[in-house]
């Protein structure tokens, strides 16, 4: 009967406790679930780095790590930690909320509804905007959530590019990869999105040299991490080539109330809302995997501790 530990500060401990159970229940599984637990009891933590467990060492039985969250750049590299860890992939919930906010900010920019949202001078202006086919747009990251993104905006008629480590095959979509594929990717980018980890090898990857590949008037939208982006580079390519950018993620988050992105005319900032966890479709995924384990079968969804991802 394993015991497992649900250590995440959120306020939402009532709505995980009741999903998890249900799902666990689903399973046939016989459990303990709590927020507090002998660790040297413990088989599996449900995990959020918000959680005050930092040390894994007294977890001397440990079978996995299960992190609530998509991005795993806050626990991947902890010394203590030596059991496997899984990060959230398949959570409806959470992959829907980012196609929603990815399509939203993307058919805002497109369709240029800025200026008749605001429109003091009551400008009559009937430019049409291009049709969704004459818009390129590019997503950096083609994993779960850049594929379902993808997706979403090629049945709404964008060409999409999408750009990854590993060259991906994507119905309707260009898949490139490699240094020459980002060249490509970024040259033809009117609507740029990022939705890469956060790892070493993505730190800074849009940067003044990057920025500079992308054509006139190129827009960003960043809900993958804010250590993508230079933010001074940005800030530069603002007043160049660059016309809006749209961040969800930031390297200080809260974004600090004096950051000179808050009041810049062109930069939009959404406080990390982009897609988060949702507890029922959630628990599903974490229920199944936990039962996958009892069987002895392999995880799903593990995380490649060299890559950081
Ligand atoms: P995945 O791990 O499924 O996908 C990551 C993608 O990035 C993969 O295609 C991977 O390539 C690619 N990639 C990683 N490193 C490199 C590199 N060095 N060069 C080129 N491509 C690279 O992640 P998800 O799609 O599930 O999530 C993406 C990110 O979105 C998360 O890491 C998180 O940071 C962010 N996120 C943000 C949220 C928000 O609310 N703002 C909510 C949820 C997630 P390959 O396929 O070859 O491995």
């Not at 449900?46 to 299960?66: E, G, I, Q």
């Not at 800025?114 to 001078?121: K, M, W």
């Not at 009117?190 to 500079?212: E, F, K, V």
Request: proline content about 7%.
């Amino acid at each position: 009967m394993p015991n497992i530990l649900f250590a995440a500060l959120t306020e939402a401990w009532d709505d995980y406790e009741t999903h998890l159970r249900s799902a666990l229940d689903d399973e046939d599984l016989q459990y303990t679930l709590a927020t507090d637990l002998p660790p040297a009891e413990v088989d599996y933590i449900v995990y959020a780095p918000n959680s005050t467990v930092r040390d894994f060492t007294p977890y001397t039985r440990l079978k996995a790590v299960m992190n609530l969250w998509a991005g795993v750049e806050k626990v991947v590299k902890n010394p203590t930690l030596a059991a496997p860890l899984t990060r959230m992939v398949d959570d409806e919930g959470l992959t829907q909320g980012m196609v929603e906010w990815v399509t939203g900010h993307t058919l805002r920019h497109h369709l240029g509804m800025d200026a008749h949202i605001v429109n003091p001078e009551r400008i009559w202006d009937d430019t049409p905007p291009p049709l969704a086919k004459d818009r390129p747009v590019t997503i950096l990251g083609l994993g779960a959530l850049g594929q379902a993104c993808a997706r979403a905006l090629t049945q709404i008629g964008f060409h999409v590019t999408g750009w990854s480590r590993s060259k991906k095959d994507v119905p309707g979509v260009t898949c490139l990869a490699g240094a020459e594929g980002l060249d490509a990717a970024l040259t033809t980018a009117q609507i740029l999105i990022l939705l890469l980890p956060d790892t070493p090898a993505t730190t800074n990857l849009i940067n003044a040299d990057t920025l500079a590949r992308l054509p006139q008037g190129a827009v960003i939208l960043n809900p993958g991490r804010g250590p993508l982006i230079d933010d001074e580079a940005l800030l530069t390519a603002l007043d160049a080539n660059v016309s809006h950018a749209t961040l969800d993620t930031f390297r200080t988050e809260p974004l600090p109330r004096d950051h000179a992105f808050w009041c810049h005319r062109r930069i939009t900032v959404t406080p990390h809302i982009a897609s988060t966890t949702r507890p029922d479709s959630a628990a599903r995924v974490i229920a199944r995997n936990i039962a996958r384990a009892e069987r002895g079968e392999t995880l799903h969804h593990l995380v490649d501790r060299t890559a950081g991802y």
